[in-house]
């Protein structure tokens, strides 16, 4: 498993609050959602999920005949475990 990207005293502050914002809701956050509403970027999802503190699943949304896809993110235990090292 990659080793996640720690900040010198811990987790770097933007992405403790995305896995944060991920404890928060658990059945999963919308990627527009997080980056919509608190202004993560696409970037900082893609790194939590690769380092294995998050983990996310593409879900088909149909809304009045349209439909489209999005991102459902959730934290991983791994990324409880970063965030109970304070």
Partial sequence: MPTPRLHRRGLQPTRRRALEL??????????TLLMATHGLT???????????????RTEQLVIAGH??????????????RVLAKR
């Fill in 22 to 31: 991920r404890v928060s809701c658990p059945d999963g956050a919308t990627d």
């Fill in 42 to 56: 696409t970037e900082m999802l893609v790194d939590l999920i690769r380092d294995g503190l998050a983990t996310g």
């Fill in 67 to 80: 439909t489209g896809k999005i991102m459902r993110v959730w934290i991983t235990e791994a990324g409880r």
